[in-house]
T-cell receptor, first 115, second 116 residues
Framework: EAQVTQNPRYLITVTGKKLTVTCSQN?????MSWYRQDPGLGLRQIYY???????DKGDVPEGYKVSRKEKRNFPLILESPSPNQTSLYFCASRLDSLLSNQPQHFGDGTRLSIL | AQSVTQLGSHVSVSEGALVLLRCNYSSSVPPYLFWYVQYPNQGLQLLLK??????LVKGINGFEAEFKKSETSFHLTKPSAHMSDAAEYFCAVSGGSGGSQGNLIFGKGTKLSVKP
């Protein structure tokens, strides 16, 4: 089944403790992206990747890192999490990096709580 | 640069009534427009998309949207609401090819409630 898989789905942790949220897609998609969703703000893009080893900042990249060493994986790294990063996070992918008329496929989300 | 405005953070309708969710966009390039739906505790699911073919776009679950360039709008409608339509709906725009113009820009979402 074609899907975007995120792990973990839920995480409660403390300020400053490094964490990684994994994202994997099995559709051989070139483009991948991370969003955070906050009440009343919709989804905002954190980082995106056009292909392996090609990543770029989205609208809210501060406090986050990403890597794209393989086509299928796009982990989101919080080196020193802070409470303002408590949010619902979504990973998404799209088949072609250049064809923005294609829809993105979303994972089921990761709810992070930073205490 | 692109942006999306969704009018009304909450919309409530009665079962069987018309659903109208409003979306206005701005884009410096010909836009591609999408509506996504998010059910509680789930990810986003594509409802429909406009990609410069027909201006009236039909999607899943009986929803449709009309692209009106003169009004820069892409409102979502459904003739008769069902209880299962209760969810949050997001309008999104992208445009151009490659680079940041190809990224999706989302509206803030509209929560639809359906009363029995």
């Amino acid at each position: 089944e074609a899907q975007v898989t995120q792990n973990p789905r839920y995480l409660i942790t403390v300020t400053g403790k490094k964490l990684t949220v994994t994202c994997s897609q099995n559709m051989n998609h070139e483009y991948m992206s991370w969003y955070r969703q906050d009440p009343g703000l919709g989804l905002r893009q954190i980082y995106y990747s056009m292909n392996v080893e090609v990543t770029d900042k989205g609208d809210v990249p501060e406090g986050y890192k990403v890597s794209r060493k393989e086509k299928r994986n796009f982990p989101l790294i919080l080196e020193s999490p802070s409470p303002n990063q408590t949010s619902l996070y979504f990973c998404a992918s799209r088949l072609d990096s250049l064809l923005s008329n294609q829809p993105q496929h979303f994972g089921d989300g990761t709810r992070l709580s930073i205490l | 640069a692109q942006s999306v405005t969704q009018l009304g953070s909450h919309v409530s309708v009665s079962e069987g009534a018309l659903v109208l969710l409003r979306c206005n966009y701005s884009s410096s390039v010909p836009p591609y427009l999408f509506w996504y739906v998010q059910y509680p505790n789930q990810g986003l699911q594509l409802l429909l998309k406009y990609t410069s073919a027909a201006t009236l776009v039909k999607g899943i679950n009986g929803f449709e949207a009309e692209f009106k360039k003169s009004e820069t709008s892409f409102h979502l409608t459904k003739p008769s609401a069902h209880m299962s339509d209760a969810a949050e709906y997001f309008c999104a725009v992208s445009g151009g090819s490659g680079g940041s113009q190809g990224n999706l820009i989302f509206g803030k979402g509209t929560k639809l409630s359906v009363k029995p």
